[in-house]
């Protein structure tokens, strides 16, 4: 997967740079304060954040899945939520299940839920957790190597990553949390984010203010 989409920009202190065939080239040396209506973005981070853009005429515009603009973070959310949902409804019904052989009482329904059920129901957690923690840690990774390259931190960026990383915390040691709620969560917030619905939250919390400067060593 590639983080950028082609033509993507993105500005930071020391001026401009735009993604094309797999590298970043500098167009500008001075900050860029308006962008062409084609929809490159001024930020190149995908996913949370702020991922606006703005039009020939000046206007202001959500850049996401509401007007087509997709991305690998885009579908990243999606596959999350829908996994979720999928592993959540198999725990549901494990658990149902589960709860069948306990009201049987025997010892041959005692087995089948210490050999069977529990282990099923683990490995749905599991998985559900090893997934969660991978959405973030590739987050956490998007945001390192933007950093790395030059690219500022904002606190809207800081934001997504520490709501991220509640969430599957919060999984599982929430009696009405479970990991798959925790990881469709994850998911569901990054779409809802996408499409501006945390702005208002967000810039209360800082929105695009630098937290990190980019560091641009390497």
Not at 118 to 123: D, G, L, R, T
Not at 156 to 169: N, P, R, W
Request: hydrophobic share 40%; with cysteine; net charge neutral.
């Amino acid at each position: 997967w590639d983080f950028y989409a082609e033509g993507a920009v993105v500005q930071n202190r020391f001026g401009a740079s735009q993604y094309n065939d797999g590298k970043w080239k500098v167009i500008s040396r001075t900050p860029m304060t308006e962008n062409s209506s084609d929809g490159i973005r001024i930020n190149g981070f995908f996913g949370g954040g702020s991922n606006g853009f703005e039009n020939s005429n000046g206007g202001s515009h959500q850049a996401g899945i509401l007007n087509g603009d997709y991305t690998s973070k885009d579908v990243m959310n999606y596959g999350l939520a829908g996994t979720g949902l999928f592993l959540g409804g198999t725990e549901a019904h494990l658990k149902n299940v589960k709860a069948g052989y306990a009201a049987k009482g025997t010892e041959t329904a005692q087995r089948v839920i210490a050999k069977v059920m529990n282990p099923s129901i683990a490995k749905v957690a599991t998985t559900a957790k090893v997934l969660g923690c991978s959405g973030v840690g590739l987050n956490a990774g998007i945001v390192g190597y933007n950093w790395a390259n030059g690219q500022d931190v904002t606190a809207s960026q800081v934001a997504d990553l520490a709501i991220g990383a509640g969430l599957i915390l919060l999984g599982g040691t929430v009696a009405v949390f479970s990991a798959p709620a925790a990881l469709m969560a994850v998911g569901s917030y990054g779409i809802l984010d996408a499409v501006g619905a945390f702005n208002g939250i967000k810039e209360s919390l800082g929105g695009n203010k630098v937290v990190f400067e980019g560091y641009g060593g390497f």
